[in-house]
């Protein structure tokens, strides 16, 4: 058993306090990663506050994880000592059914085990990246390309995969407008992807307080949501829309910004449901669709992609005693725009 120092958290109500937590001893395709920084996930919230249901605790969360390759099975053949890898939302799946072959490891038919919040093969609980090590089955990491720092890395493997995919999936790129719902964590990585894609991007935010910093991003225009006025401005507008709130909001209202067979794609994750008018997308043959993170090959090609087009998070380092204050912040939808723990404070 290896031991990792971590923040873990008690119940819906309570503050995170130090922890030891153990690993497994490496299987001969495991490998041992030593966390150097963590990303703190909306999810990450939900989850802690038992929001989308009960979980057990306590529960170290984390599923933004960027580090070193420290030690590798026997059996091990991506990876050797001293490699810059990530792990994201998954350590595991079944690897045979269907949608595993097709690299949808996310969907696996017999459910694909999660970072944190999840029971792995040998029936132990998961506990994620707000600790110093996480030991993962090698076809569950991913390579931090060189020119990415690792900090900066982090939120990709949650926030930036769950992006680019349903923007690749749904074809953003040259002659698209495309709108980003939210300017937080995810948003803020779908407008960097979505502008390296080609799109014409929108950023329909709260408020004009982050403005400049959209623009900065890549965004061609940005709008207030606040002001209805930009519900009239907009109609029809959008062939493809990120829902990245974290919040019910007025479904409703985005759907009349879709063209003729426009598609507004919810990722963000609520706990209460969204109420849908069905009138609202069938005067325009409109679809309103999910997606889930990503499976293991598209988060590589997310990050190749990224480095190529010398894309990452915009990110707050924080210190691991600041992870309650970081959540009251994220919850107060006051991020710029990832917090990133330094695990070397732990
Ligand atoms: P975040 O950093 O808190 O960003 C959410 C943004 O939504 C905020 O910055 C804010 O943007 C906007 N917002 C928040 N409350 C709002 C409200 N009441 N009304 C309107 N807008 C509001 O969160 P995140 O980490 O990006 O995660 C966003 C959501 O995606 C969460 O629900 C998370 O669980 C979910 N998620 C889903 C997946 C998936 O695979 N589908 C993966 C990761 C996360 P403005 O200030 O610009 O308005
Ligand atoms: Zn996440």
Avoid at 57 to 62: I, R, S, W
Avoid at 118 to 127: A, I, M, N
Avoid at 297 to 321: G, P, W, Y
């Amino acid at each position: 058993m290896i031991t990792a120092k971590a923040r873990a958290i008690d119940g819906p109500n309570n503050t995170f306090r130090a922890a030891e937590i153990t690993r497994r001893d490496l299987d001969l395709h495991d490998v041992l990663i030593e966390i150097k920084y963590a990303g703190i996930c909306h999810s990450d919230i939900h989850t802690a506050h038992g929001e989308w249901g009960a979980v057990n605790y306590p529960l170290v969360p984390g599923h933004e994880i960027a580090g070193i390759v420290t030690d590798v099975g026997a059996e091990v053949t991506k990876y050797k000592v001293g490699d810059r890898v990530g792990v994201g939302c998954m350590v595991d799946s079944c690897g045979d059914c269907e949608n595993c072959h097709k690299g949808e490891e996310q969907f696996c038919l017999n459910g694909h085990v999660p970072t944190y919040a999840g029971v792995d093969k040998y029936g132990e609980p998961t506990q994620g990246g707000y600790s110093s090590h996480i030991v993962v089955t090698e076809n569950f990491v991913v390579r931090i390309p060189d020119n990415i720092e690792l900090d900066k890395a982090a939120p990709l493997l949650c926030a930036g995969i769950t992006t680019f995919s349903p923007l690749n999936r749904w074809g953003a790129g040259p002659g698209r407008k495309v709108a980003v719902i939210g300017l937080g964590g995810l948003g803020h990585m779908a407008v960097q992807i979505a502008h390296a894609m080609g799109a014409e991007v929108t950023v329909l935010s709260q408020t004009l307080n982050k403005k400049e910093d959209g623009l900065e991003l890549g965004a061609d225009h940005y709008y207030a949501t606040s002001d209805s006025g930009t519900f009239k401005k907009l109609a029809g507008h959008f062939d493809l829309i990120i829902n990245t709130v974290s919040a019910k909001i007025d479904i409703n209202a985005y759907f009349g910004l879709l063209t003729v067979d426009g598609t507004l794609v919810n990722v963000g994750a609520p706990a209460e449901p969204l109420s849908v008018n069905v009138f609202s997308l069938i005067g325009g043959r409109r679809s309103f669709a999910g997606s889930l993170i990503g499976g293991i090959r598209e988060t590589q090609e997310m990050l190749d992609f990224c480095a190529q087009h010398n894309i990452a998070s915009k990110i707050e380092v924080i210190s691991a005693d600041q992870i309650d204050e970081a959540y009251e912040r994220v919850l107060a939808s006051d991020v710029k725009y990832r917090f990133v723990i330094d695990i070397s404070t732990m």
